[in-house]
C-alpha cells in the first residue's frame, strides 16, 4: 500500500480482503475511495454498551439483555412463532422468532444463558423482542461489552454490518497517517465555530462514546454532524462561486438580432402579457444579448406564465441563428410545454422537437440528427435532453422548469452541451415554488433572480375550506354535486411515509373506495408507480372530460392544466409543506369558473397544524404563504429537501441545517480572502467531478 497517497485517491481496493465483487457492492453505495468510506456516516447506533435490567426495559427502546431461558416454545397462531421466555433478576420477557430453524430451537434450551440484543416492542405476552440478534452463551462465559456505541451503516444487498464496519475501522487507521486526510478549515474557522477536527469529527461519529448524546446524533445536530455540513455546505458554496466568477469570464453567443419574431408572436397571442411578464421579459431580453453567459432564476406563482416568458426568451435565440432547450422534471410536464411551444411557434415556421425516454426507436433518431444538423431549433423534453449522446448543432439558450427538482451537477451538465469550446450556452431557470429572497440568495449563490409577481387578470381565486376528515361523508356528495353538473375534481393523496410504494398503494386503496361511494362516476387513477405511458393516458381522458374525478398522488403536482377542473381534495394536507400545498392548489382556478379546494384534515390537528392550513385558506398569494409558512417553520422546514427537493448533499440537509447558511457565506469570503489555496481541495473534497468543473 503507497505510503503518502492522500486517502481521496486510494481505491478501496487496496483495502485487505476487498476484491472485485465487493469493490462493486462498495460503489452501489457511491464508495470507490477510503476516503468515501470516511464520509460514510451511520445511520443510527445501537447501545451495546451495557446490559439492561429486563425490569427497567422500555417500549421502543434498543436494549441488550442478558438472561436464562425458562421455556421455549412453537405458538401457533395466526402466524406460527418459535417464543423463548427469559429471565434475569429484574424479570421475565419474551423472544419470538417467526422464521427459525430446529437447530435453534435446540439451542435456545430451557436452562441455557443467552446474551440478545433487539428491539423492544408490545407482544402478545406483554413486551417482547422480536427477531432479536443473540448468542448463546457457554457455562461461565462472558463476553465484552462494547465500548463505544455500535454504528449502523447504510448498507446494500450482500453487505453486512460487520464487513462495512470492518472497512470503515481500516480507513479510519489509516487516517491517522500524516497527510492522509487534509483538515481544509482554516484553524480561526474551527475555533469561531468551536468545531472539532475532520478527523476527530470522524472518528467520533463513526464510534460515539457510550455516554453520548445519541439523541443528538439521531437528529443529525451533533457538533460533528454540523462540522461535516457545514464544510459540505461550504464546498458548495465555493463551488458556485467559482462557477459563477469564471461565467463571467465565459463567452456566450450574443442573441441580438432579432427579426420581428417577437412581434408576430406577441401580435398572434389572444391576451397582453401582464406588467410582471413585460418587464422579466424585458431583463432576460436584455441578459441575452450580452456576451456572458445569463444565469437566471425565474420565479413565479403557479399560473402566472411564465411560460411565455419562457418562449420569448426561446424565439430570441431562434431569431439570432441559435438553438433553444426547455427541460422539465416530469414526462407530463415537458409535454405540456411540447403542446405549447409548437402550438405557438409552428406557425411561425419554427421547428420544435420532443424528446424523453418514451421517444425510441427511429422517432428518436429523427429528433436526434434533427437536433445535430440544426433543423430542429426548439427542442423540449425531459432529462433525456442532456443524455451522453444528444448533440446539438448551435445551443444558444438552456430553459430549466421546476429547476428544484434538478441539482447543480444536472444544471452543468447540460450547459457543456453547448459548450464548443468558445461560447456557453444562456441558462435560464424557473420555479414556481416562491422561495423568500433570503433563501434563495443563500441557496442559489450562482444565478441572477427575476420574479413575476402578477397573475394574468380575470382569475376567480380558489375558495379554500378546512374540513375534518370525520367529514369526508359530505365531501364525497360535494363531489358528485360538482361533476353532475359539469365540473371535475382532483382528489390528491398525500405521502404516508417516505416509501412511494406506500403512497401509490393509499392512492389505489381510495380510487376503489371512491369508485364504490360514486358508482354513476367515472374516476380515473394516476400515481408514480404507473408507467408513462399509462399515465398520459390518464391525463389524456381527464383532459378530454372522459373522467370526471381524479385520483393522484402528488405528481399532479407539476403541469397539468385542466381548465374544466374547478373541486380538489387534499388529504391529510397537514402533512405537505404550505409551498406544496400552493403549488397543487393552482392546478384548479385555471378557468372561469369560481373554484374550491377542501383540505380534508386527519383530526386531531396540532396548533401550529390548525395555523398553517388557516393560511392556506385565507391566502391565494404564493409568496406571502411562503413568507409566513417560514416564519412559523424556520428556514430549514421550507427549504426543506423534502418539499422541493432543492439539491442533494451527502451529509447537510437544507431542512435540518438551513442555520447554517449565513455563516457558510461568511467563511466561505474569509476563504477566499486569506486561504485561497483551500478553494480548490474543499470543491474536490465535496462535488468531486473534477472534470465537470474544471473546464466550466
Ligand atoms: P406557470 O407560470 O404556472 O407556468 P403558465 O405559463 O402555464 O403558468 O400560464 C398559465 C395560464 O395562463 C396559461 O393557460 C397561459 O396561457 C395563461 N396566460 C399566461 N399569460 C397570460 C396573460 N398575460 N394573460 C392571460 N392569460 C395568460
Ligand atoms: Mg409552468
Given at each position: 500500500m503507497p505510503e503518502t497517497s492522500a486517502l481521496s485517491d486510494l481505491p478501496v481496493s487496496t483495502l485487505k480482503g476487498v476484491g472485485p465483487r465487493l469493490v462493486e457492492r462498495l460503489a452501489a453505495l457511491h464508495i470507490h475511495t477510503v476516503q468515501d468510506l470516511l464520509f460514510h456516516l451511520p445511520l443510527r447506533y445501537q447501545d451495546r454498551t451495557r446490559i439492561a435490567p429486563i425490569a427497567r426495559v422500555r417500549l421502543g427502546q434498543d436494549v441488550m439483555l442478558e438472561a436464562e431461558i425458562v421455556q421455549c416454545d412453537i405458538e401457533f397462531g395466526r402466524r406460527r412463532s418459535l417464543v423463548c421466555r427469559i429471565k434475569d433478576s429484574s424479570g421475565l420477557i419474551s423472544l419470538r422468532f417467526f422464521h427459525f430453524s430446529a437447530a435453534q430451537k435446540n439451542m435456545l434450551a430451557a436452562g441455557r444463558r443467552i446474551r440478545c440484543y433487539g428491539e423492544v416492542r408490545s407482544g402478545k405476552n406483554g413486551l417482547e423482542l422480536y427477531h432479536p440478534e443473540y448468542q448463546v452463551l457457554r457455562d461461565g462465559e462472558e463476553p465484552a461489552v462494547a465500548d463505544t456505541l455500535t454504528p449502523i451503516y447504510p448498507a446494500t444487498e450482500g453487505l453486512q454490518q460487520v464487513r462495512l464496519r470492518s472497512l470503515i475501522d481500516q480507513a479510519l487507521q489509516l487516517m491517522q497517517r500524516p497527510d492522509a486526510l487534509i483538515d481544509w478549515l482554516p484553524a480561526d474557522i474551527l475555533r469561531s465555530f468551536r468545531f472539532p477536527s475532520l478527523p476527530q469529527a470522524l472518528n467520533y461519529l463513526h464510534h460515539p462514546p457510550a455516554n453520548a448524546a445519541v439523541h443528538e446524533l439521531l437528529n443529525g445536530e451533533h457538533i460533528c454532524q454540523r462540522r461535516l455540513a457545514f464544510e459540505e455546505l461550504l464546498g458548495h458554496r465555493l463551488c458556485l462561486r467559482r462557477l459563477r466568477q469564471q461565467s463571467a469570464h465565459q463567452r456566450a453567443p450574443v442573441l441580438s438580432r432579432t427579426q420581428g419574431l417577437r412581434e408576430k408572436f406577441l401580435a398572434r397571442l389572444p391576451f397582453s402579457l401582464t406588467g410582471a411578464q413585460q418587464r422579466v421579459a424585458a431583463e432576460i431580453q436584455q441578459d441575452l444579448t450580452l456576451s456572458e453567459p445569463m444565469l437566471r432564476l425565474l420565479q413565479g406563482d403557479?399560473?402566472?406564465?411564465k411560460t411565455i416568458v419562457a418562449a420569448l426568451a426561446a424565439l430570441q435565440a431562434v431569431d439570432s441563428g441559435y438553438q433553444a432547450a426547455i427541460m422539465a422534471p416530469t414526462e407530463i410536464l415537458a409535454e405540456q410545454h411540447f403542446l405549447n411551444f409548437s402550438q405557438w411557434l409552428e406557425p411561425l415556421g419554427i421547428s420544435v422537437g420532443w424528446l424523453s425516454g418514451k421517444v425510441k426507436g427511429r422517432q428518436r433518431q429523427g429528433v436526434m440528427s434533427g437536433l445535430a444538423d440544426g433543423s430542429i431549433t426548439i427542442a423540449v423534453g425531459t432529462h433525456a435532453l442532456f443524455q451522453e449522446e444528444v448533440r446539438f448543432n448551435r445551443l444558444g439558450l438552456i430553459i430549466i422548469d421546476e429547476q428544484h427538482r434538478f441539482g447543480v451537477h444536472q444544471r452543468l451538465a447540460l450547459r457543456e452541451k453547448g459548450n464548443d469550446g468558445r461560447t456557453l450556452p444562456h441558462q435560464l431557470v424557473m420555479t414556481a415554488t416562491p422561495i423568500p429572497r433570503t433563501l434563495a440568495m443563500s441557496a442559489y449563490a450562482d444565478l441572477d433572480c427575476s420574479i413575476i409577481d402578477e397573475l394574468p387578470p380575470g382569475r376567480t381565486p380558489v375558495n379554500t375550506v378546512v374540513i375534518a376528515n370525520s367529514r369526508r361523508d359530505d365531501v364525497i356528495a360535494r363531489i358528485h354535486e360538482a361533476c353532475r353538473s359539469g365540473s371535475q375534481a382532483y382528489w390528491v393523496c398525500t405521502l404516508i411515509e417516505e416509501s412511494e410504494a406506500l403512497q401509490c398503494q393509499a392512492a389505489e386503496a381510495t380510487w376503489q373506495a371512491l369508485q364504490t361511494a360514486l358508482p354513476d362516476l367515472a374516476v380515473g387513477l394516476v400515481h408514480g408507480r404507473m408507467k408513462p405511458a399509462e399515465k398520459s393516458a390518464v391525463m389524456d381522458n381527464f383532459k378530454s372530460g372522459a373522467l370526471q374525478l381524479l385520483v393522484a398522488t402528488t405528481v399532479i403536482e407539476v403541469g397539468v392544466d385542466v381548465p374544466n377542473a374547478s373541486l380538489m381534495i387534499i388529504e391529510n394536507p397537514e402533512r405537505l409543506g404550505l409551498a406544496q400545498l400552493h403549488q397543487l392548489r393552482g392546478?384548479?382556478?385555471?378557468?372561469a369558473k369560481a373554484s374550491h379546494c377542501l383540505l380534508l384534515y386527519q383530526t386531531p390537528l396540532s396548533m401550529q397544524g390548525k395555523k398553517r392550513l388557516g393560511i392556506m385558506r385565507d391566502s391565494t398569494d404564493g409568496f406571502y404563504i411562503a413568507e409566513q409558512d417560514l416564519a412559523l417553520r424556520g428556514p430549514g422546514q421550507v427549504l426543506g429537501t423534502q418539499q422541493t427537493g432543492l439539491m442533494s448533499f451527502r451529509i447537510a440537509d437544507l431542512s435540518r441545517d438551513a442555520g447554517l447558511l449565513d455563516p457558510v457565506k461568511s467563511a466561505a469570503d474569509q476563504i477566499e480572502n486569506a486561504y485561497p489555496s483551500h478553494i480548490a481541495p474543499l470543491v474536490d473534497r465535496w462535488l468531486g467531478d473534477r472534470e465537470l468543473y474544471g473546464n466550466v
Amino acid at each position: 500500500m503507497p505510503e503518502t497517497s492522500a486517502l481521496s485517491d486510494l481505491p478501496v481496493s487496496t483495502l485487505k480482503g476487498v476484491g472485485p465483487r465487493l469493490v462493486e457492492r462498495l460503489a452501489a453505495l457511491h464508495i470507490h475511495t477510503v476516503q468515501d468510506l470516511l464520509f460514510h456516516l451511520p445511520l443510527r447506533y445501537q447501545d451495546r454498551t451495557r446490559i439492561a435490567p429486563i425490569a427497567r426495559v422500555r417500549l421502543g427502546q434498543d436494549v441488550m439483555l442478558e438472561a436464562e431461558i425458562v421455556q421455549c416454545d412453537i405458538e401457533f397462531g395466526r402466524r406460527r412463532s418459535l417464543v423463548c421466555r427469559i429471565k434475569d433478576s429484574s424479570g421475565l420477557i419474551s423472544l419470538r422468532f417467526f422464521h427459525f430453524s430446529a437447530a435453534q430451537k435446540n439451542m435456545l434450551a430451557a436452562g441455557r444463558r443467552i446474551r440478545c440484543y433487539g428491539e423492544v416492542r408490545s407482544g402478545k405476552n406483554g413486551l417482547e423482542l422480536y427477531h432479536p440478534e443473540y448468542q448463546v452463551l457457554r457455562d461461565g462465559e462472558e463476553p465484552a461489552v462494547a465500548d463505544t456505541l455500535t454504528p449502523i451503516y447504510p448498507a446494500t444487498e450482500g453487505l453486512q454490518q460487520v464487513r462495512l464496519r470492518s472497512l470503515i475501522d481500516q480507513a479510519l487507521q489509516l487516517m491517522q497517517r500524516p497527510d492522509a486526510l487534509i483538515d481544509w478549515l482554516p484553524a480561526d474557522i474551527l475555533r469561531s465555530f468551536r468545531f472539532p477536527s475532520l478527523p476527530q469529527a470522524l472518528n467520533y461519529l463513526h464510534h460515539p462514546p457510550a455516554n453520548a448524546a445519541v439523541h443528538e446524533l439521531l437528529n443529525g445536530e451533533h457538533i460533528c454532524q454540523r462540522r461535516l455540513a457545514f464544510e459540505e455546505l461550504l464546498g458548495h458554496r465555493l463551488c458556485l462561486r467559482r462557477l459563477r466568477q469564471q461565467s463571467a469570464h465565459q463567452r456566450a453567443p450574443v442573441l441580438s438580432r432579432t427579426q420581428g419574431l417577437r412581434e408576430k408572436f406577441l401580435a398572434r397571442l389572444p391576451f397582453s402579457l401582464t406588467g410582471a411578464q413585460q418587464r422579466v421579459a424585458a431583463e432576460i431580453q436584455q441578459d441575452l444579448t450580452l456576451s456572458e453567459p445569463m444565469l437566471r432564476l425565474l420565479q413565479g406563482d403557479v399560473g402566472s406564465g411564465k411560460t411565455i416568458v419562457a418562449a420569448l426568451a426561446a424565439l430570441q435565440a431562434v431569431d439570432s441563428g441559435y438553438q433553444a432547450a426547455i427541460m422539465a422534471p416530469t414526462e407530463i410536464l415537458a409535454e405540456q410545454h411540447f403542446l405549447n411551444f409548437s402550438q405557438w411557434l409552428e406557425p411561425l415556421g419554427i421547428s420544435v422537437g420532443w424528446l424523453s425516454g418514451k421517444v425510441k426507436g427511429r422517432q428518436r433518431q429523427g429528433v436526434m440528427s434533427g437536433l445535430a444538423d440544426g433543423s430542429i431549433t426548439i427542442a423540449v423534453g425531459t432529462h433525456a435532453l442532456f443524455q451522453e449522446e444528444v448533440r446539438f448543432n448551435r445551443l444558444g439558450l438552456i430553459i430549466i422548469d421546476e429547476q428544484h427538482r434538478f441539482g447543480v451537477h444536472q444544471r452543468l451538465a447540460l450547459r457543456e452541451k453547448g459548450n464548443d469550446g468558445r461560447t456557453l450556452p444562456h441558462q435560464l431557470v424557473m420555479t414556481a415554488t416562491p422561495i423568500p429572497r433570503t433563501l434563495a440568495m443563500s441557496a442559489y449563490a450562482d444565478l441572477d433572480c427575476s420574479i413575476i409577481d402578477e397573475l394574468p387578470p380575470g382569475r376567480t381565486p380558489v375558495n379554500t375550506v378546512v374540513i375534518a376528515n370525520s367529514r369526508r361523508d359530505d365531501v364525497i356528495a360535494r363531489i358528485h354535486e360538482a361533476c353532475r353538473s359539469g365540473s371535475q375534481a382532483y382528489w390528491v393523496c398525500t405521502l404516508i411515509e417516505e416509501s412511494e410504494a406506500l403512497q401509490c398503494q393509499a392512492a389505489e386503496a381510495t380510487w376503489q373506495a371512491l369508485q364504490t361511494a360514486l358508482p354513476d362516476l367515472a374516476v380515473g387513477l394516476v400515481h408514480g408507480r404507473m408507467k408513462p405511458a399509462e399515465k398520459s393516458a390518464v391525463m389524456d381522458n381527464f383532459k378530454s372530460g372522459a373522467l370526471q374525478l381524479l385520483v393522484a398522488t402528488t405528481v399532479i403536482e407539476v403541469g397539468v392544466d385542466v381548465p374544466n377542473a374547478s373541486l380538489m381534495i387534499i388529504e391529510n394536507p397537514e402533512r405537505l409543506g404550505l409551498a406544496q400545498l400552493h403549488q397543487l392548489r393552482g392546478r384548479v382556478g385555471r378557468g372561469a369558473k369560481a373554484s374550491h379546494c377542501l383540505l380534508l384534515y386527519q383530526t386531531p390537528l396540532s396548533m401550529q397544524g390548525k395555523k398553517r392550513l388557516g393560511i392556506m385558506r385565507d391566502s391565494t398569494d404564493g409568496f406571502y404563504i411562503a413568507e409566513q409558512d417560514l416564519a412559523l417553520r424556520g428556514p430549514g422546514q421550507v427549504l426543506g429537501t423534502q418539499q422541493t427537493g432543492l439539491m442533494s448533499f451527502r451529509i447537510a440537509d437544507l431542512s435540518r441545517d438551513a442555520g447554517l447558511l449565513d455563516p457558510v457565506k461568511s467563511a466561505a469570503d474569509q476563504i477566499e480572502n486569506a486561504y485561497p489555496s483551500h478553494i480548490a481541495p474543499l470543491v474536490d473534497r465535496w462535488l468531486g467531478d473534477r472534470e465537470l468543473y474544471g473546464n466550466v
